[in-house]
């Protein structure tokens, strides 16, 4: 150990904490910065995609970071205040229209929206996607058969690409039909052998995604469910001398919606028959 006197160890301690607080401080006004400029960011982005009701969106969540800069006589102060009124008199008038602005967008995306949709509700792909309006909080959810997906402020140009982004992750995916009935198989019977039930038995669909769930990084019920669809409609369905028979229920909640023709109803086991 370096043997110091009193008043150096007590100089270097004073140092030390000194430069502990001025790195806090440079600490907290960087965090501060990058809280600005991402405001700065968005809105910009925001504004060039004539989006208000992010505008309107991204004012509200950033409420305290404005008052700050209206306190401190905040140079743009006057251009931030110019900004909140145009998005506020541009969503109104979005929304007087909003029904013919977005069956318009999804049609020129080549995505058109179910010929039975009516405002506030809207659905894509013969109801398997669901958009809802909430014209009060200006915001859209979607969803599909699976529950919810995302909710977004309700510009029309964002909804369409949340349901674009959503509809290309379930259905432009590589599908190999048999290594997908493959493991299919290898859940139902790992199930069959936990429960120590016969080659046979039903076994709950949802108790197949449950162990998909907790084994296989990344799964998603919604695409195991577009699998299945796509499976039922075109095979094969037999595998090792057995063939998949799937099972239909009264229990919305435990059962599944197959998408388009083989969506005849909820489906709620999974049985492997001896072929």
């Given amino acids: 150990m370096i043997d110091l006197s009193t008043n150096s160890k007590d100089a270097i301690n004073e140092l030390r904490a000194s430069a502990e607080q001025n790195a806090k401080a440079a600490r907290a006004v960087a965090e501060e910065s ?3 400029l991402q405001l700065w960011e968005n809105l910009v982005r925001f504004i060039e995609r004539d989006w208000p009701f992010h505008v309107l969106g991204l004012y509200q969540k950033e409420s305290n970071a404005l008052k700050k800069m209206r306190v ?87 909804v369409l690409e949340i349901v674009q982004r959503e509809h290309k992750r379930l259905f432009e995916r590589p599908f190999n039909a048999q290594k997908f009935l493959k493991l299919l198989r290898a859940q139902y019977v790992a199930i069959l052998k936990k429960d120590k039930q016969a080659d046979g038995s039903s076994v709950p669909i949802r108790q197949i995604t449950r162990r998909l769930g907790k084994n296989l990084k990344g799964f998603r019920s919604d695409e195991f469910l577009i699998d299945l669809s796509h499976l039922v409609e075109s095979g094969p369905m037999e595998i090792e001398g057995y063939k998949l028979d799937l099972q239909q229920t009264k229990d919305t909640n435990q059962g599944m919606l197959l998408y388009g023709t083989a969506g005849r109803g909820y489906i709620g086991f999974v049985v492997f028959r001896k072929a």
């Fill in 72 to 158: 401190e006589n905040y140079p743009a102060i006057t251009a931030l205040d110019e900004v909140h009124r145009v998005a506020k008199e541009k969503s109104d008038v979005t929304l007087r229209r909003y029904p013919s602005h977005l069956e318009e967008a999804f049609r020129s995306a080549k995505l058109p929206l179910d010929s039975d949709s009516r405002h506030p509700r809207y659905s894509v792909e013969n109801k398997f996607f669901q958009i809802e309006i909430d014209e009060h909080r200006k915001m859209a959810r979607l969803s599909n058969h699976e529950g919810r997906l995302a909710e977004v402020p309700a510009d029309v140009g964002a």
């Fill in 34 to 36: 990058a809280v600005v």
